[in-house]
C-alpha cells in the first residue's frame, strides 16, 4: 500500500512539474548542460591549482627548502650501522643479547 502511495506521489510530482516548467525539454536540456560544463570547468580549474600547489611543495621538500633541512636521501634499502650491530646482535663478542620483555627467563 506505501509502495502505490509513492508512485501516486511520484506521478503527481512529475505531472505538476511538467505543467509549470516554462521551458520545453530541448530548452531544459541545454540550460541543464551548460550549468554542468561550467560547474565542471571550475572544479577543474581548482583542481589544477591544487595539484600545482602539491608539486611545488613536494618538489620543495624533496628539495630541502621546506624548513631549512639539507637535500634528502631516499632510499629503498635500509641504512645499515657502521659497526655492524644491528637489533639483536650483541653489542661486542662476550656480551649476551638483553632479554625480550614477555620472553623466558634467562638461565
Do not use: H, N, Y
Amino acid at each position: 500500500m506505501r509502495l502505490a502511495w509513492m508512485l501516486f506521489g511520484a506521478a503527481v510530482g512529475a505531472m505538476g512539474t511538467a505543467l509549470m516548467t516554462p521551458r520545453t525539454g530541448r530548452e531544459c536540456r541545454q540550460a541543464i548542460g551548460e550549468r554542468v560544463q561550467a560547474r565542471c570547468g571550475e572544479a577543474l580549474a581548482q583542481g589544477r591549482i591544487r595539484a600545482t600547489e602539491l608539486i611545488r611543495s613536494t618538489r620543495d621538500a624533496m628539495e630541502g627548502k621546506a624548513g631549512g633541512q639539507g637535500p634528502t636521501e631516499f632510499s629503498a634499502e635500509p641504512k645499515q650501522a657502521s659497526t655492524g650491530e644491528g637489533p639483536g646482535q650483541p653489542e661486542s663478542p662476550g656480551t649476551p643479547p638483553a632479554p625480550v620483555a614477555g620472553g623466558p627467563p634467562a638461565a
